[in-house]
């Protein structure tokens, strides 16, 4: 109540109270929408299925999947830090925001590669899961180098294109029709015939 009044909301013509209620209404119905066919919870969690609900990442997700990798770990076990939960979500939320500007505005590239905050975090990770492997080993100091320098094809192959695997088997995925749309476009395919 207070913003209202800070606002001057019950100063204001009627008409323009209803202009601000129906519009904050759409608004609001168009945010839950958008949320819903975008599938927003699964970002929460760590199922992989959650990385191709736009289809920028099926390349990426299909070398995974046939990769010794898809046994053991999960896109964010490599992909987001693991040093703290707040860490955690902040970076998935930075970085999935920063995907779904580039894939709803059609700048993804047509190559994917990590930036520079990704590798960071992607060598933190291999060196979190592979400590027996590289136990007293530090790769700056001993190698000067990221794992993913020489293990470049580990889990994800060659393959970093967007057209390098347009055939892949990957899950389906959710229509983002509402059944009862579908259901009211095939009536009337079928009243047309």
């Known amino acids: 109540m207070k913003f209202l009044q800070r606002i001057g909301f019950q100063s204001m013509p009627s008409k323009l109270k209803s ?100 590798v960071k975090v992607i060598q933190a990770n291999c060196m979190r899961c592979h400590t027996d492997q590289v136990h007293g080993a530090t790769t700056e100091a001993a190698f000067s180098r990221n794992c993913t320098e020489c293990h470049r094809e580990v889990p994800h192959g060659r393959v970093n294109s967007l057209s390098s695997t347009p055939n892949a088997a990957v899950p389906e995925q959710r229509s983002v029709i509402p059944d009862w749309m579908r259901a009211l476009k095939n009536s009337q395919e079928t009243q047309d015939k």
Request: charged share 15%; aromatic share 8%.
């Open 19 to 118: 202009a601000c209620l129906i519009s904050l209404g759409a608004f609001s119905g168009m945010a839950v929408y958008v949320a819903n066919i975008s599938q927003a919870a699964s970002y929460l969690s760590d199922d992989p299925e959650a990385c191709i609900n736009c289809h920028i990442m099926t390349p990426q997700y299909a070398s995974w999947q046939h990769s010794s990798h898809a046994r053991v770990a999960s896109c964010n076990d490599c992909h987001v830090p693991h040093d703290s939960v707040l860490r955690k979500y902040y970076f998935k939320a930075m970085d999935g925001g920063r995907h779904s500007a580039m894939f709803t505005l059609r700048m993804e590239p047509q190559v994917i590669k990590a930036r520079e905050e990704s």
